[in-house]
């Protein structure tokens, strides 16, 4: 199931951009996504992608497919906490290549450049 602006309900990706720094882009209907994020990504180390399973959600870091990078050189990491059927399907890291990046891709690469912080307006394509 999608939420309004095309991503699967419960989705938390949080991401940095060329220019802005790490936030939220997408907060899995929750008020405060820093709680679950940091519950999942407990046991993941810093560098690099990953994957860890807990219980009925995941932790999922990519490096970015297309090797963008920050105005510091620094490749983008994305980092998802997936529930539901899409912590189901995505069981690795290349999963989540597969299945996970093409749900944000489009909506990324109209944001990553932008001199600040994207809106949801412009996150949306607005």
């Given amino acids: 199931m999608s939420s309004p602006h095309g991503l ?5 990706w949080a991401t940095r951009g060329r220019t802005w720094g790490f936030r939220f882009l997408a907060d899995g209907g929750r008020p405060d996504p820093l709680a679950a994020y ?28 297309l090797g963008r990078a920050d105005a510091a050189g620094r490749v983008i990491p994305h980092d998802f906490v997936l529930s539901g059927t899409l912590a189901a399907e995505v069981t690795s890291v290349e999963d989540g290549v597969r299945l996970v990046w093409p749900l944000v ?22």
Avoid: K, Q
Avoid at 8 to 12: A, C, E, N, R, S
């Fill in 105 to 126: 891709a489009e909506a990324y690469a109209r944001v990553w450049d932008a001199p600040t912080a994207p809106t949801r307006r412009s996150l949306l394509g607005g």
């Fill in 38 to 65: 940091e519950s999942a990504f407990g046991e993941v180390v810093d560098e690099g992608a990953a994957y860890h399973r807990d219980g009925d959600s995941a932790a999922l870091r990519l490096v970015d497919p």
């Fill in 8 to 12: 699967p309900v419960g989705l938390i």
